[in-house]
């Protein structure tokens, strides 16, 4: 009994470091963000929030932030949401290498994503220049809110196809052929069993999606988040979507730039 | 599964090409871009040429940059793997209540964005005794953060599957410490699934950089800073910037896929 006691000390013993090292570089921080929000010129209070939700200025860049995620997700959502139904519908050689290619695709993110897209499509890109000779490209620049919609929903797609390929497991084959049987179309077996089937997947990716498109961008640059953290190999789990969510909603940053 | 045959078959298939020619279409054209003489208004380029990886590999603060980003990452692994498996043994051979508490501790890091994170960490650690920022030990401490959520979900789900409980006890039986059991029975149990969590943290650490520019910018230059500060050189050099980086990457990724299939 005394000496697994001890042991059980010596157990906790080794979790200091770890407390350590997490205090001091995600815990202090954030209490500090935390404590100075809370304090302004008068005091302590909320005044620096009213300031901020007063603010047009900060609106205006929380409502950006959120239009920018939005339709990204949806338009990344909805190409997902084809792209794997199809890989489920082709040869499994075919599916592998497309699988495998969204995987790594799915780490092209960050700087060099805008990168990528600037040279092409920036204004002296080849791409932009190309498409403009050939009359075809209008007034649309990688500098605008299309642009950076167009660039986050490249960096949506082989997201959303890994997170929901697994899904589709669910939308049994024999399904389809029993509704087939009984007359309905492929239209009614999609709006009545397919979609009521896959709701919660799509629902939780599309979740992580805007949490995925919500983080914030490093300054002047046409950027998507540095860093998408997730399990590759992992199907959607609660422990994502829940992630996402406390991503996503506690979440006006302007107010820590009060300074 | 079965693959579908005929009018449908036709459809999936283009479907599918058409996501793959999607995903493929900004990568090919930098990597066209990075290897065209020069190329602009035309279909392709007028002529191809390999000066601007050559120009790359021999700049010396591209050099530098990427030595520093790999020192950086392999640093926080280190730390991290050290912090976490001890973390993890402990608590799921002695605590293992204490794993729905870590599952809520582990989401800080996601539900803290960097940005967040920088503005009291740049407050904290600018001055005073435990002056950090501008050196890339702020960064490992940092960088820690963001692996670990991805790290201690990984390595629990290796711990799940291999009976922890039951290893232990087998070991201990044979006559082993609980230290000696831990160390030569179930490490290297663990070594694939470890090997698989570091090379896919190591990629996106890779990638990281509101840390690294809010931080430490151009006094310790990681790989992504740089890339950030040169945008304004030629397009072609930054192609063969942007090509390079994901190719490392890819191999990266291709390796822990690789291992990860050999698992199952």
Redesign the interface.
């Known amino acids: 009994m005394n000496s697994s006691r001890r042991?059980?000390y010596l157990?906790?013993l080794?979790?200091l470091?770890?407390a350590v090292?997490?205090i001091?570089?995600?815990?202090?921080?954030?209490?500090?963000?935390a404590i100075?929000s809370l304090q302004s010129d008068s005091g302590w209070g909320l005044a620096n929030f009213s300031k901020v939700f007063a603010s047009k200025f900060y609106l205006q860049a929380l409502q950006r932030s959120l239009e920018i995620s939005f339709w990204s997700s949806l338009f990344g959502i909805v190409?997902a949401t084809?792209?794997a139904?199809?890989?489920?519908?082709?040869?499994?050689r075919?599916?592998d290498f497309?699988t495998?290619?969204?995987?790594?695709?799915s780490?092209?993110?960050?700087?060099?994503?805008a990168?990528?897209?600037?040279?092409?499509l920036?204004f002296?890109?080849?791409?932009t220049?190309?498409l403009?000779?050939m009359g075809l490209l209008g007034d649309f620049s990688i500098y605008s809110k299309t642009g950076l919609i167009l660039v986050y929903t490249?960096f949506q797609?082989?997201l959303g196809?890994l997170l929901l390929f697994p899904a589709f497991d669910a939308v049994r084959e024999d399904w389809r052929e029993s509704a087939a049987l009984l007359g309905a179309s492929q239209w009614q077996f999609w709006r009545h069993i397919g979609l009521p089937v896959l709701a919660p997947a799509l629902l939780g990716t599309f979740v992580i999606l805007l949490a995925n498109a919500w983080?914030?961008m490093?300054p002047s640059?046409p950027?998507p988040?540095?860093?998408?953290?997730?399990?590759?190999?992992?199907s959607p789990g609660l422990?994502q979507v829940?992630?996402a969510l406390?991503?996503t909603w506690?979440?006006p940053?302007p107010w820590?730039?009060w300074g | 599964?079965r693959?579908?045959t005929g009018k449908?078959?036709l459809?999936?298939?283009l479907?599918?090409y058409l996501?793959?020619l999607?995903?493929?279409l900004?990568?090919a054209?930098?990597l066209l871009?990075s290897l065209a003489t020069s190329?602009?208004?035309?279909?392709l380029?007028s002529g191809l040429t390999f000066k601007w990886y050559v120009a790359l590999w021999s700049e010396p603060r591209f050099l530098a940059a990427f030595g520093q980003s790999l020192l950086v990452c392999v640093g926080a692994l280190l730390?991290s793997v050290?912090?976490?498996l001890?973390?993890l043994?402990?608590v799921h051979?002695?605590?293992p209540r204490l794993d729905a508490f870590m599952?809520v501790?582990i989401?800080?890091?996601?539900?803290?964005?960097?940005?967040?994170?920088?503005?009291?960490?740049l407050?904290?650690y600018g001055s005073g005794p435990?002056a950090m920022v501008g050196t890339p030990w702020?960064l490992i401490?940092?960088y820690?953060?963001?692996a670990?959520?991805?790290m201690y979900?990984?390595i629990t789900n290796n711990l799940q599957a291999i009976n922890l409980r039951d290893l232990m006890d087998a070991a201990q039986l044979l006559g082993a410490s609980?230290w000696q059991a831990a160390m030569l029975v179930v490490l290297p149990n663990l070594r694939k699934g470890l090997m698989v969590a570091l090379l896919?943290s190591f990629?996106?650490?890779f990638?990281?950089?509101?840390f690294a520019?809010l931080l430490v910018g151009t006094r310790y230059e990681t790989l992504?800073v740089y890339?950030?500060n040169m945008?304004n050189s030629s397009?072609h050099f930054?192609?063969a910037?942007?090509i390079s980086?994901?190719a490392f990457?890819?191999v990266l990724?291709?390796v822990a896929?690789r291992l990860?299939k050999d698992k199952t």
Request: glycine share 6%; proline share 9%.
């Open positions: 042991g059980r157990a906790l080794c979790l470091p770890f090292f997490f001091i570089f995600q815990i202090a921080p954030l209490a500090w963000v100075n190409i084809l792209g139904y199809s890989l489920h519908k082709v040869d499994s075919l599916r497309v495998a290619f969204a995987n790594m695709t780490n092209f993110a960050g700087v060099p994503l990168f990528a897209f600037i040279i092409l920036g002296n890109g080849a791409l220049l190309l403009k000779q490249y797609i082989p196809v983080a914030p490093p640059m950027s988040p540095a860093t998408s953290t997730y399990c590759p190999s992992a422990w829940i992630s406390t991503r506690p979440a940053w820590c730039w | 599964m693959a579908e449908g078959g459809y999936h298939k479907v599918v996501l793959f999607i995903l493929l900004p990568l054209g930098t871009y190329w602009s208004a035309t279909m380029p730390l050290l912090l976490i001890p973390l043994f402990v051979y002695h605590f599952n501790l989401l800080l890091p996601f539900a803290v964005p960097p940005v967040v994170s920088s503005v009291g960490l407050q904290l435990m702020i401490g940092c820690f953060t963001i670990l959520p991805f979900r990984a609980t896919l990629s996106f650490l990638g990281e950089f509101v520019n992504q890339l950030n945008r397009g930054n192609s910037l942007v980086y994901f990457v890819l990724t291709w896929n990860n």
